[in-house]
């Protein structure tokens, strides 16, 4: 999810859940381009490593810090690892807050987080590698990968969902907290990737089919499990379980931890929702209020070795690492992509249709939301700003313009991925002389 807007999902969910959000383009969404290499990628060289030590800064640093003290001290956020890059160095690195409150464990720079929807920009890499490799492509029907996966429109006719449509959300599908109870996902139980642990990812696409599509396949856009269905498409493609395609192609060439799998229990990071009159330590499951909705989040499913990968939830990671990846990308791809595949993934692949989870200036590339045009407000972001978010209260943004790019994991859903942290966090980066 997108941190500077998702605030107007809190009195929209049900609206984007019945599907009213659609503002349809006469043509297929296979008109709106993209990256369509066929032949295996030439050999890139690395992405350059972040830098370890940070060229001074003090402005930024005070800004940031006086950010990051207030939610800590004030019990908005219980604990957070805040990194700003700057042209591939680290000028801001902060660690605050609580691991563990109750146990008094502090925060640290190597805490590993439960990614949530961050996951989706890594599985979109991998298969847009397959992309690259010649082993898919974006037009692809989804059935070809993966037959029994055929849900039908509202009036029962069938539709033809590609993979373009699962990386852009243009699919038809739909999240479960994003409808009302008792609709289509609910009576079927399907699983958002955060919840039943020990769930097969073949059990939940079962379920995931049996539900009407919201709309027909390219017509509009809407948050979806799209990528959980991706990720079995990623499997099948790369010819493994998705977490062994996932490191084959993007995490190990990056050399980077990040994983659908805690190597280190010890160093993973204690959950918490939001609630009154501090956030308070989830059980399991736990239902987290986000505006008329309620997400579910089951925290033991991330050492639950039985839970499917969720393509869209599913992943482990620390924020160094994360930024790791993003300068990759921001880059030009490194060892993971073609240059002018990252091009086409981190640019509008959606024409004109809304994205009313986002904003009216936004658009939507493959796996990350993206600044189309002048955004209003104290501290809007640059035409080109590619970013996205997780439920368990983190968000993201790459101002390829600026080479800059911030990474914040919090262990506070949904204070940590949208609101007056996130927000102030994007005002200090960028300072008070900026429009």
Known sequence: MCSTAVKRLRASVFTIASGLLVSALPAALGACGGAAPAAAPAPAPAAPAVAAAPR??????RRLDAVVEAATAEGRIVGTVVLVARDGEVVYRRAAGFVDREAGIRMREDTVFRLASMTKPIVSAAALA?????????????????????????????????????????????????????????????????????????????????????????????Y??????????????????????????????????????VADPQRLAVPYGDASPRPARMADPQAVSFGPAKVTFSPSRALDPRSYPSGGAGMVGTAGDYVRFLEALRTGGGKILRPE??????????????????????????GVGVLTAPEQGAAPSAVGTWQWSGAYGHHFWVDPGAKLTVVVLTNTAFAGMVGEFPDAVRRAVRGPAQP
Do not use: C
Not at 56 to 61: R, S, Y
Not at 151 to 168: E, K, N, S
Not at 237 to 252: H, I, K, N
């Open 56 to 61: 001074g800064d003090d402005a930024l640093q």
């Open 130 to 222: 397959l992309v690259d490799a010649g082993a898919l492509g974006l037009d692809d029907p989804v059935t070809k990968w993966l037959p029994a996966f055929a849900p039908r429109l509202a009036d029962g006719r069938p539709a033809t969902i590609t993979v373009r449509h699962l990386l852009t959300h243009t699919a038809g599908l739909n999240y479960t907290f994003a409808e009302p109870e008792g609709g289509p996902y609910h009576r079927a139980r399907v699983s958002d990737g955060l919840d039943q642990p020990g769930l097969s990812l073949e059990e939940n696409l079962a379920r995931i089919a049996q539900a009407p599509l919201l709309f027909e396949p390219g017509t509009a856009w809407n």
């Open 224 to 261: 979806s499990l799209a990528t959980d269905v991706l990720g079995g498409v990623v499997a099948k493609a790369g010819g493994a379980p998705l977490p062994d395609v996932v490191r084959r192609l993007v995490t190990g060439p990056l050399g980077v931890d990040l994983a659908f799998t």
């Open 341 to 366: 595949t990252v091009a086409a993934m981190t640019s509008n692949q959606i024409g004109e249709l809304r994205v009313p989870l986002l904003g009216e200036a936004w658009g939507f590339g493959f």
